[in-house]
């Protein structure tokens, strides 16, 4: 199976094939999560579901895992009172829309060429834990700010994995790594990044705007005029210097009006904001994120 021709053919930015083997070396790194409290609410309660590809595709003996670029964000957009800034993942089309329209592609090809073919899709809404088995690649590392880093694309990138019954595949690993560089330990808002490569997500600015319910005065502060997401580790990242842009930008948003969101219905919401990734949040979570911003931008001005 020739994977290049493949990527060609469909066009991912990148793809690779890699036996299904479990991640066995994460149960202890999520076990610890765990016990510290560091699991998010979104992530499966079963650690063998994050690990084991046979916990979603009991046939599984191979995964095609696939790149994509997502837009860039080489400086941080200006606060404007009144506006809620966006992540650069956030700032054009949705990657997980582009990848896995792509994905399916490379699912219907693989049928048509082995119609007993069993296989499972994701793109960061399934279980299994994508960074892990990117690593596996050979084509990039998880870095310290706890993103995977490709070689080529750099840490704007997203991933899918399609899992099939097909035999074949070859592990690598990367031997580059982050060195003694801790400019995203410096540079991170909630100070959610550690020396060590220990991320805390409740201290994570990104999550903190994705978070349900109502936040802590301190992860207000955290959060200040960010709609959603954050890049400050990923612009400060030496690994993005010099990274072809691959991601055909369209229409980018850098920020939102807070009076656009408030105002929208759930139909209108979709219809303006549902090409932006960050608009899988819904627009309740905007509208509670919006008065936040608005209370921060108050409390800027006394």
Known sequence: MEIEGIKNKIGFHDLAHIPAVALHE???????????????????????????????????????????????????????????????????????????????????????????????????????????FAELTGRGFIGRNGLFIHDSLGSYVGIGLLLTNLSGGDIKLSEKDCGDCMRCVRACPGGALSEEGIVDPRRCRSWITQKRGELSEREKHIMGDWLYGCDQCQIVCPKNRGIERIFQIEDPVERISLEAIRETSNRGFKRSFGRL??????????????????????????
């Open 26 to 132: 994460m149960k202890l790194i999520f076990e610890q999560r765990e016990r510290e409290g560091r699991r998010l609410p979104i992530e499966p309660d079963s650690i063998n579901e994050r690990i084991d590809p046979r916990s979603v595709l009991p046939s599984a003996r191979s995964i095609f895992v696939a790149f994509e670029q997502t837009p860039f964000a080489e400086k941080t957009p200006e606060a404007m009172p009144g506006y809620g800034r966006l992540a650069g993942v956030s700032r054009d089309r949705d990657y997980h829309h582009l990848l896995g329209d792509k994905l399916r592609r490379l699912e219907r090809y693989l049928r048509e060429e082995y119609p007993e073919l069993e296989s499972y899709l994701q793109v960061d809404t399934g279980s299994l834990y994508e960074r892990g």
């Open 277 to 302: 990734s960050g608009s899988w949040r819904g627009a309740k979570q905007w509208k509670k994120n919006a008065d936040y911003i608005d209370d921060y931008f108050g409390k800027d001005k006394r």
